[in-house]
């Protein structure tokens, strides 16, 4: 009788197994699918999906059907049961997002609703960072390349802190502007911002050693 029930419970732990490895990923992805259009992608297609005991792994992401954007993986670290449950993920890292082109493939309107405080302050991640995100524009005077980095930590007391810094170190166009900030539970933020040594050098306009510095704060 015990061999019985040893045997069935093998048999239930395989069966199980195969489920998940069958199930779990396609979960995820659906619903980094829906995360990603919510932020402004349209026609999104997730090459690899791969689920392990502790997150998922998603590769060659492509975030329209001509892939002028690309996000070349996506690691997500969490708790199998608090991510089925409510969705709760430990961390997220983005490595390498490319954007060739803004105008015709990227909800410009959702993607900055992104940016807004109280989105990120219910995001249901505890760390996200961003290694590269990198922007490349053909225009009238040259193809410009900008590029940015980021991460955003959650403390203990639900307050999300951000850090980030992009850049551009071209010929047309050259500046370095880090960010930081932070926003807390009931909703109040803020950012700090510098802008160094900036230059623009567009058709007859010749600008150099451009510097500033802003902060933007909110209270409830």
């Known amino acids: 009788m015990l061999k019985r029930a040893f045997i069935l419970c093998i048999v239930l732990v395989v069966i199980g197994t195969g489920v998940s490895v069958i199930a779990l990923p396609s979960v995820v992805q659906g619903r980094m699918n829906a995360f990603l259009s919510g932020s402004g992608f349209s026609d999104i297609t997730i090459a690899k999906t791969k689920a392990s005991f502790d997150g998922a792994t998603l590769k060659d992401v492509q975030l329209d059907k001509d892939v002028f954007s690309t ?8 708790n199998w049961f608090l991510y089925l449950l409510k969705q709760q993920i430990d961390s997220i890292e983005i490595s390498k997002i490319i954007h060739n082109d803004l105008s015709d493939h990227i909800n410009i309107n959702a993607l900055m609703e992104n940016l807004d405080p109280e989105r990120m302050r219910t995001l249901p991640v505890q760390t996200l960072s961003i290694d590269l995100a990198q922007l490349n524009l053909n225009t009238d005077f040259g193809d410009i390349r900008m590029e940015a980095k980021a991460l955003m930590n959650t403390l203990k007391d639900g307050s999300k802190t951000i850090q980030a810094v992009t850049w551009a170190k071209q010929y047309q166009l050259g500046f370095q502007v880090p960010v930081s900030g932070v926003v807390r539970p009931d909703g ?15 058709g007859p306009l010749r600008v150099s050693r451009l510097s500033g510095w802003a902060s933007l704060e909110s209270s409830r």
Request: proline share 0%; no cysteine; net charge negative.
């Open 188 to 202: 109040s933020f803020l950012f700090e911002s510098t802008f160094n040594e900036g230059k623009l050098n567009v």
């Open 71 to 78: 996000i070349e993986r996506i690691d997500l670290k969490f």
